[in-house]
């Protein structure tokens, strides 16, 4: 299996919400990261996960919190969300974060949008 | 900081026509990634190369990286409409932290 997946496809929500992203992957990589991809632009990085740890947070405002229950699983916890905060969302998997490959494998992505 | 720079950032031509995108740095690159995405979806990886002046050919796609590893080039021959998308590379520096920088991304379009 050489697939990420994601849930869910889209997401509607308002500034006073509580919501998640859900991201697995099966192809035994350790290392898991969010991004956050405004149109035409490329991924810009949030969060890496290595070995289930939290090991990069790119300054992220404390509304987005990660958690990674287990080494397939990753999730991203939104709550009081800004309108800005629309955007698509991409999870991605691969080899531990020490390799000078990082061949990074990429969900479809939650299209996001905030009201 | 280390840039990497990706032209041109928007490209339209016919089909049958061919086509070259670059991603340059003044930083060596221990490895250069080119990804491939549509619209609502994520990048798909493409090709990854690593040594200096290597090619690597995928049907109609072939991938170039420099002798110094400063610089990559896709260039694409006899373009098709489902060739069509958002082009990325992403570099892992020498001297980096070992994630990816990314190009700003070539919007491909072709026209049948």
């Known amino acids: 299996d050489t697939e990420v997946t994601q849930t869910p496809k889209h997401l509607v929500m308002g500034m006073t919400n509580k919501k998640s992203l859900k991201c697995e992957q099966h192809m035994g990589h350790r290392a898991m990261y969010w991004y956050k991809q405004k149109a035409k632009k490329p991924p810009e990085l949030m969060f890496v996960?290595?070995?289930?740890?939290?090991?990069i947070n790119e300054s992220v405002p404390s509304r987005f919190s990660p958690e990674c229950p287990n080494s397939s699983l990753l999730n991203l916890h939104l709550h009081a969300l800004q309108p800005e905060d629309s955007a698509l969302y991409l999870c991605a998997s691969s080899q531990p974060s020490g390799r000078l490959y990082n061949e990074q494998f990429f969900g479809p992505g939650t299209r996001l949008t905030v009201l | 900081t280390q840039l990497l720079e990706q032209s041109p950032q928007f490209l339209s031509i016919q089909e049958g026509e061919n086509l070259t995108v670059y991603c340059n740095s003044s930083s060596v690159f221990s490895s250069l990634q080119w990804y491939r995405q549509e619209p609502g979806e994520g990048p798909v990886l493409l090709v990854t190369v690593v040594t200096g002046g290597e090619v690597k050919k995928l049907k109609r796609l072939t991938f170039q990286f420099g002798d110094a590893r400063k610089d990559s080039s896709l260039h694409i021959t006899a373009a098709q409409p489902g060739d069509t998308g958002l082009y990325l590379c992403?570099?892992?520096?020498?001297?980096?932290?070992?994630?990816?920088?990314w190009g700003a991304g070539t919007k491909l379009i072709i026209k049948p």
């Open positions: 992403a570099g892992v520096f020498l001297s980096g932290n070992y994630q990816l920088i």
């Open positions: 996960y290595s070995y289930e740890k939290l090991s």
